[in-house]
Every structure is written in structure tokens, then in C-alpha cells.
């Protein structure tokens, strides 16, 4: 019989895991994570997400929702090992709170339903690890339904992710029979019994053998074919002893080679110790990952994690708590202790830190220090935003931020009395620091205040905790969708010429331009703006250049359309000419702002607009009703297949088609359909193109 360990967390980096847990909405995250804690002796009672009772779903909008809405942080033991686990969210509004999350993780868990394989949310976490370089493995989930099927969702892993799965065990039992695993790599059954929290180990049973056999030596075969070492033993030996074949997988999972898949149900309890011996076994410790890139007075410079070095650490998460402004830190290098002083390196403020709390979502332990690889909250900073860099005073370096993607829906909010104006928009700015992906501004046109963010679901949820959190009754105005303006056909040669002369020095630029769109081709920075002098003969200086550059992209604020951003422009400065006296940089940012403005008038223009794909599922008798309703929604529908008995239909629908959809689905099927979204960019908006006048 295995018995859990727990021993006291050891300060060795190498026994320290920092991991997030990534999936699709409802694949089953915060009860793999209820069930870590419950395993390791976190918890003394199961938490379960459908009675309210977790730990990391802690905020009452998600326990009413029961989904995920913000991350949140816990720590635990097992074996030795020091685990900081993030519970991100799976719904795609709050992809901005899983980008933050996997600035700062070494490793990850993803988690997929073993009946729909991978579904489109989990396709696009899978990516932003990617974008990171974050190793993982998979966790294949809810192997005790109906229509689960191992084999099926490693296929989906294989085709939508484009990554080679290595499966290292063998499901015993097959929906409600299911009771344990096959380990493939110590070739061992683990079984566990009902009602029972640990599994007992013995043989692989009779009828599991050869098949047991079979998967092993496919387990070899691809290992041997990705890892040098494990290929030499297998070409001497014909087979890997299972010590190879453990460090060959931890050598594959870090480099992202390959992912580990396990399999289990976390709801009953069954495959959660094997995945937490994976962890220790496969994912980096902060010794395996390289060391933290910054800057410091404008070159690059690297951080080790060492407890001795310097101190810098990463502000990921901002959260206003009843004990106080809680700033969430991955501390990279050094000691920060109770009490000492840190600068702010983004805005050069110092700030002190009067406690560290080593959290469990929203409780905390108090410690006296943290060290490199730590994950903590600090109570002390008052204006330490996500994303910033907290470094030595003596020792200044500034990391490379989380990347905030631009908001997409934008509703009005108002108070109800105007008393509580003040009131509310002090809340609207608490919000913004605490969600940088969340935008207010009031409209120059309307003097409305507007609350911008990434869908309609997280518009709801900010308003809703002004509502419960500051008490104030508020007004939300019909979502708008946030348009951009692009070019189809540009202009040469346009030619703009800025004097000024109204005593004192003057002013004086000229510039001749080319404007033409953007192929999308010309890679990724190059989607959104592109600039190129061939000035010849130094008719304008560099520095003069760079001006051109920065003027043009002033422009590029507000499009002639309906003073939406423009995006998808090259700009070529062609030539131009300098006054000895009058010339300078403003001259000619000046010059760039308007020439290319007067350009962008002169071009052909079109309006674009954001749209998503969009997942239905619903039952057979419904799906031509909510195709036909998808249709009348200007979708596209690239798919439809049918699982589960169950059809799955895919769109591309226009995001401001989908406003108030969830209430229609429902109706349309009888409260059993279910939808989900991903971003996919922008596409011209319908009878907007304006034809050119020059």
C-alpha cells in the first residue's frame, strides 16, 4: 500500500515546482487542483466545484458561475518537494489572467476531456505555453464517462497541437468500470478501490499483458526516436530500462520534444498521485530553466536563480483583499525579507514590504522570507501594477513584462445616483490595476464613461464585482464591439510640407511618402505597421527619420473611417528636405502625424471587425435550428461533426453578433446546448469601404 509523504518543504531550488494547470472550460482544472491538495494533505476534505466547497474557485461570482475567473495561487508538499501550483482560467475572456500566469510558470499540467479530446479553448492555452517555452504534460481526464476514450483524445492531442504524445499508461477498466492504471514505464498496476484515497500496487492483471506489452514497446520506439541516449541503449539492448527511459521523458518534456500523457479521474480520486510523481519527475525545477532576461540601463542582462544574487521578482497579480492590497510575485533571484525595501524598477518608486504570505488561494501563511523560484504575496507596495519588475535598490533590472492583449467589447457604465460618481469611478480604476486587460476612459464625444475588456462575460464579471465588492448600483450600457481600419489600396509620392513661423525659431519638414497595405506575410510585428526610408544622399537625417516613424504611428490612433486605430500599413519615406535653421525632430514628427494622415484620407479605407470561432454543441434533433441561427448571425460554419451522440458545429461569427447568444441557444435547446469561443482576429465589416478620393 502507497502512503503519501509529507515532509517539510526544503529550501533546495531543485525541489521546487512551479506549475499552472491549463485546459479547456469544464475539462476538469480546479478538481485536479482540489484533488493535489486533497492528496498532499493540503486539505483534510474534498473540495467540489458543483457544491461551491473549493478552494481555489474561492471568489463568490465563481462559485455562482462555477467556472474559473481569476487565477489563484497555492502551495503545497509532496515527496519532499515544494509544489506553487495556479489554477488559470479555461473561458476565453480570461485568457489575459492565463498569458500572466505563464510569464511566470516553469512547467504546467494540461487537462483534457477524455470523451471531447482536445476542444478549441484548450488549443489556444496549448499555444500561449508555447509562446513561452513552458514544458508540460497532459492529463487526460473524466476517464470514468461515458464515451471516454483514451486512445481518441491522444489522437486529438497528436493532430490539433502538432506535438508527439507519450502515453505512459494504460487505463484498467473503461467508463464507470474504471478503477486504475497500468504504469508503462515500471510496468506496475495501480489500482484503486472504492471509497478508497490510495491506490494498491501489484502486477499488471493477466488480461492486460500483452496489450500492456505492446504499448510499452511503442512507448520505447518513440522515445528511442527523439532522444540520442535512449536510441543507443534501444539500438544495444532492443529496450530501455525504465531509468532511461524516466530521464529520457524528463529530457523530452523540457525541451518540448515531446509531452508525457497520463490519464485518471480526478473527480473520483484515481490517477492523481501518479501525476503528481510525473511532476516531480518530469517538469523543471527553476535550476532547469534558463536564467530570467532583463534590462538594465539599455543592455540585456541575465538573472540566475540564485538565493545569494541580487533580488528581482515579477509582479504577475494585483488583488484588493480584506487584509489589505495583496501583490502576487515570482521571485526570480535573491532573498526578499519581511520589512526590507525594493524598487520599483517600471516607475523607479521604492516600496516596503511589511509581510510575505506563502498562499493557499484566500488564506495565507506568514514566513519571513522568499527566496529564488519562490511564488508569494506581498502585502506592503501601494502602486505596484502586473507586470512590473521589484529589484534590489543597489541592483536595478527591469523583466520583460506579461504581454496585455488589446480589449475587443467596450459598454458604457454609469452610477445609478450621481452622488456616486467619484465613488465609481475609483472602483473602475481599482479594477484597471488589478486587470490591465480591463480599460476605462471616458468618451470625448459623449462624456460616458467607458469600461473596455475581452467579452461580454468579462465585462459582466467587472461589473458585478463593483456591485458586491464597492456596493454601488451601476447602469451597463449594450456592448460595443472595438473596430479597427485598415487599407486596401494606398497612394505614392504624397508630398507634405510643415512650416511654421511665428517668431522665434521656426519650423520646418518636408517629407514625400508611399503608403500601401501590410501583407500579412511580412510577419508578426509586421501586422500591424511597417516603416522603410529610401531616402538617398542624406536628404533627411536619421534622426530626422526616426521622427518621420514616430509621427506616423501618432497617426495611426485614429483612422479617417471613425477614429479607429489603423492597422496593416506600410509607410515608405521617399524623400524630403531640411532647413538649416528650422529643421528639428518635433518639425518632422509633426510632418509624419499629418502626411500620413492626409495619405490615409486619400487611400482606399475599410472597417474591420473582431470575430471568433465559435464551438456549439448540441443534441442531433436541434442542430439545424442553431446552424440556420449562426447563418442569420453572418457565421461561417467550417465544420460540424457529431460526438457522443452529440453534434459539434464550428463558425466564424462576428463578436458583435454574439452578444446575448447564450440566452438564445438555451432556448433554442432546451437548456442543452453549450458554446464556446476563440478569438481569431479581425475581418472586414460589411459595406464598409470607403473608395479613395486621391
Keep these: 500500500m502507497r502512503t503519501h509523504q509529507h515532509r517539510s518543504s526544503a529550501t533546495a531550488l531543485t525541489t521546487v515546482r512551479n506549475l499552472g494547470i491549463l485546459a479547456h472550460v469544464d475539462a476538469g482544472k480546479t478538481t485536479v487542483t482540489e484533488r493535489i491538495l486533497y492528496t498532499t494533505g493540503t486539505t483534510h476534505k474534498r473540495g467540489e466545484v458543483h457544491d461551491g466547497t473549493t478552494i481555489t474557485d474561492f471568489d463568490s461570482q465563481e462559485r455562482d458561475r462555477g467556472i474559473t475567473i481569476f487565477a489563484a495561487a497555492v502551495s503545497c508538499t509532496w515527496d519532499g ?3 506553487n501550483l495556479i489554477d488559470t482560467p479555461g473561458h476565453v475572456d480570461f485568457a489575459d489572467e492565463v498569458e500572466r500566469s505563464l510569464r511566470v510558470l516553469d512547467g504546467a499540467i494540461a487537462v483534457f476531456d477524455a470523451v471531447a479530446g482536445v476542444e478549441p479553448q484548450s488549443e489556444s492555452v496549448w499555444h500561449q505555453a508555447d509562446r513561452h517555452s513552458v514544458p508540460r504534460i497532459a492529463f487526460v481526464n473524466k476517464l470514468d464517462r461515458a464515451g471516454a476514450d483514451l486512445d481518441t483524445a491522444v489522437a486529438s492531442i497528436r493532430d490539433r497541437l502538432h506535438t508527439v504524445p507519450l502515453v505512459v499508461q494504460l487505463p484498467i477498466g473503461a467508463e464507470d468500470a474504471f478503477r486504475g492504471v497500468v504504469d508503462l514505464v515500471r510496468m506496475r498496476a495501480l489500482v484503486w478501490a472504492d471509497g478508497a484515497d490510495a491506490y494498491e500496487e501489484g502486477e499488471v492483471p493477466a488480461g492486460l499483458r500483452e496489450e500492456a506489452a505492446r504499448r510499452r514497446r511503442f512507448l520505447e520506439e518513440a522515445v528511442a526516436e527523439l532522444h540520442p541516449a535512449a536510441l543507443e541503449e534501444f539500438c544495444e539492448r532492443s529496450e530501455l530500462s525504465a531509468e532511461t527511459l524516466t530521464g529520457a521523458l524528463r529530457d523530452l518534456t523540457r525541451t518540448g520534444e515531446g509531452v508525457v500523457v497520463l490519464c485518471g479521474s480526478a473527480y473520483r480520486n484515481r490517477g492523481v498521485e501518479p501525476l503528481l510523481a510525473a511532476v516531480v519527475a518530469y517538469l523543471p525545477s527553476p535550476l532547469d ?14 538573472r540566475a536563480a540564485d538565493p545569494q544574487g541580487p533580488f528581482a521578482a515579477l509582479a504577475f497579480k494585483v488583488n484588493a483583499t480584506a487584509t489589505g492590497r495583496l501583490t502576487y510575485l515570482r521571485v526570480y533571484a535573491g532573498t526578499i525579507r519581511k520589512g526590507e525595501t525594493v524598487l520599483d524598477a517600471t516607475t523607479r518608486r521604492t516600496e516596503r514590504v511589511g509581510r510575505i504570505l506563502r498562499v493557499r488561494a484566500d488564506r495565507h501563511v506568514d514566513v519571513d522570507a522568499a527566496v529564488a523560484g519562490d511564488i508569494v504575496a506581498v502585502i506592503g507596495p501601494k502602486a505596484v501594477r502586473p507586470g512590473a519588475t521589484l529589484c534590489a535598490p543597489g541592483a536595478p533590472l527591469v523583466l520583460e513584462p506579461p504581454t496585455v492583449a488589446d480589449p475587443v467589447v467596450s459598454v458604457a457604465v454609469e452610477a445609478r445616483r450621481s452622488t456616486d460618481t467619484e465613488r465609481l469611478m475609483a472602483a473602475l ?7 490591465p486587460s480591463l480599460v476605462v476612459r471616458t468618451d470625448p464625444e459623449t462624456g460616458q464613461t467607458v469600461l473596455s475588456g475581452m467579452g461580454e462575460l468579462h ?3 467587472a461589473a458585478e464585482k463593483i456591485r458586491r465588492d464597492h456596493g454601488l448600483d451601476v447602469r451597463v450600457g449594450r456592448p460595443q464591439v472595438a473596430h479597427r481600419e485598415t487599407l486596401v489600396r494606398g497612394v505614392s509620392g504624397l508630398v507634405y510640407r510643415h512650416v511654421k513661423q511665428d517668431g522665434g525659431a521656426g519650423q520646418f519638414a518636408h517629407v514625400v511618402i508611399d503608403v500601401e497595405p501590410l501583407a500579412a506575410g511580412d510577419g508578426e510585428e509586421a501586422a500591424e505597421f511597417a516603416f522603410g526610408s529610401a531616402v538617398v544622399g542624406g536628404r533627411v537625417p536619421q534622426e530626422y527619420v526616426r521622427a518621420v516613424e514616430a509621427g ?3 497617426a495611426l490612433a485614429e483612422g479617417p473611417l471613425g477614429g479607429h486605430p489603423v492597422t496593416g500599413v506600410r509607410v515608405t519615406l521617399t524623400d524630403g528636405a531640411t532647413h538649416p535653421k528650422d529643421s528639428s525632430e518635433m518639425a518632422f514628427r509633426t510632418a509624419g502625424r499629418f502626411a500620413l494622415r492626409e495619405a490615409l484620407r486619400a487611400s482606399a479605407m475599410v472597417l474591420l471587425e473582431p470575430v471568433v470561432e465559435v464551438t456549439v454543441t448540441v443534441p442531433g434533433d436541434a442542430v439545424g435550428g442553431v446552424l440556420g441561427d449562426l447563418a442569420a448571425r453572418r457565421g461561417r460554419v467550417s465544420g460540424s461533426t457529431t460526438r457522443g451522440g452529440a453534434a459539434v458545429a464550428t463558425a466564424t461569427v462576428p463578436l458583435a453578433e454574439l452578444f446575448g447568444y447564450a440566452t438564445r441557444l438555451r ?13 481569431t482576429g479581425y475581418a472586414p465589416a460589411p459595406a464598409a469601404t470607403v473608395p479613395g478620393t486621391g
Design 81 to 83: 518537494h515544494r509544489i
Design 552 to 554: 506616423c504611428r501618432d
Design 429 to 435: 480604476v481599482r479594477l484597471a490595476e488589478e486587470d
Design 289 to 302: 530553466v534558463p536564467p530570467v532576461r532583463g534590462v538594465l540601463d539599455g543592455a540585456e542582462q541575465e
Design 459 to 461: 465585462l459582466e464579471v
Design 667 to 679: 432556448s433554442r435547446t432546451q437548456g442543452r446546448g453549450t458554446f464556446t469561443t476563440r478569438a
